[in-house]
């Protein structure tokens, strides 16, 4: 299963999809990369820290040998889903089928590399075109990124997550040479323009 982010926006002056493959979901292969992913849930809930008074009055008319340090939590849908990513995204890597990862807004290797596509491209060209795309696309609840793993995704049993991104990084080093390796956090969000368009049933 590839690990799979779409990002959709004005890159060098015109609205593209950038497609990044980070490689085949699993340990790191010599040409399949190979991509960690650590699925969390975020909690936070309404009131937590905030319910002295409730705890006071639960102490005088329950149980008066309650321990003060006993929180009082109120779950209203509060907190985060949040996906750890790791990557290991070879050079002019290749998916098991034999097709190179797309690495930008392109699948076919002739067709870059540039600004907005690196497929097939070296690694600190990769990893150029993916910082760029984050550089240049706004990726929020009205413009989300769509992330694909595991069963979060067209072949899975879960629809392909609504997601904003949070700290990317991307080293290309010497110590790795030909591999663009990374890291991103990324959060599951509401697609509001999703929301606006059932709203008003826009065609």
């Not at 990726?139 to 992330?147: E, L, R, W, Y």
């Amino acid at each position: 299963m590839t690990v799979r982010l779409t990002i959709e926006g004005e890159v060098a002056g015109i609205q593209r999809t950038g497609v990044f493959e980070f490689g085949e979901y699993g340990p790191r292969g010599e040409e399949g990369g190979g991509a960690s992913v650590e699925d969390q849930i975020r909690t936070g809930f309404l009131l937590e820290n905030a319910g002295e008074a409730i705890l006071n009055a639960y102490r005088d008319a329950v149980d008066s040998s309650a321990p003060f340090r006993r929180g009082i939590h109120v779950d209203r849908g509060g907190g985060q889903h949040a996906l750890e990513l790791d990557f290991a995204t070879p050079q002019n890597g290749r998916k098991s089928d034999g097709s190179h990862f797309q690495w930008g807004s392109s699948s076919d290797p002739d067709a870059g590399p540039n600004e907005h596509t690196a497929t097939g491209g070296s690694a600190e060209e990769q990893m150029a075109v993916l910082i760029n795309y984050l550089r240049h696309v706004r990726i929020d609840s009205t413009s989300p990124a769509t992330f694909e793993w595991g069963e979060y995704s067209s072949e899975g049993i879960l629809d392909p997550l609504k997601v904003v991104v949070e700290s990317p990084s991307v080293i290309a080093s010497n110590d790795s040479p030909g591999w663009a390796d990374g890291t991103m956090t990324l959060v599951e969000t509401v697609d509001l323009e999703a929301v606006v368009d059932k709203t008003f049933k826009r065609d």
